[in-house]
């Protein structure tokens, strides 16, 4: 009889935590199959973006930072003498043969990641450029590799100082 009782129970609680399951149960998201589907097509799709960007980057125009030139009045630069507003990436390197600076530009005005190193290759200066005008993180560091400056600019504006060292 006690036995009965126990069995009676058990199976009522199993039940009881059964309930639920129908139609007010919450939805657990995508099924196994439909993520497998998904992350198949985000792979495919990175992989044509992937290519994309490295057909872009064929066109690029890349040109010795010395001969840019920065027109007085407009503000915007040209390379070398030709009056169109330069487009491409300026790279300029120590004598040694390190890299001294890389600059992005648009339309002749900077755009993207401006990088500068020192001539041992350690890391300078970082900035993020749009339309020409300082727009994201401006960070200085000193020769022995130690962040010394981290500002935060937005349209050209400062918008944090978020440490400065002296």
Not at 43 to 59: D, G, M, P, V
């Amino acid at each position: 009889m006690k036995f009965s009782y126990v069995f009676l129970a058990s199976y009522s609680l199993l039940f009881a935590g059964c309930e639920g399951e129908g139609e007010g149960a919450t939805d657990v998201g995508l099924s196994t199959f439909e993520q497998v589907e998904t992350l198949d097509r985000l792979k495919n799709e990175l992989e044509i973006l992937q290519w994309e960007n490295s057909r872009l980057a064929l066109k690029v125009i890349n040109v010795d930072g010395h001969q840019l030139v920065r027109d007085k009045t407009t503000g915007l630069w040209h390379h070398d003498v030709n009056r169109v507003p330069f487009t491409g990436r300026a790279l300029e390197s120590h004598a040694n043969g390190s890299p001294k600076g890389e600059a992005s530009f648009l339309k002749g005005g900077q755009d993207g990641m401006s990088r500068f190193w020192y001539e041992s290759g350690a890391r300078r200066e970082e900035s993020q450029w749009f339309a020409n005008r300082r727009h994201g993180f401006f960070r200085r560091w000193d020769e022995a590799g130690k962040l010394i400056e981290s500002k935060e600019f937005k349209n050209g504006e400062l918008v944090d100082v978020i440490m400065e060292r002296r």
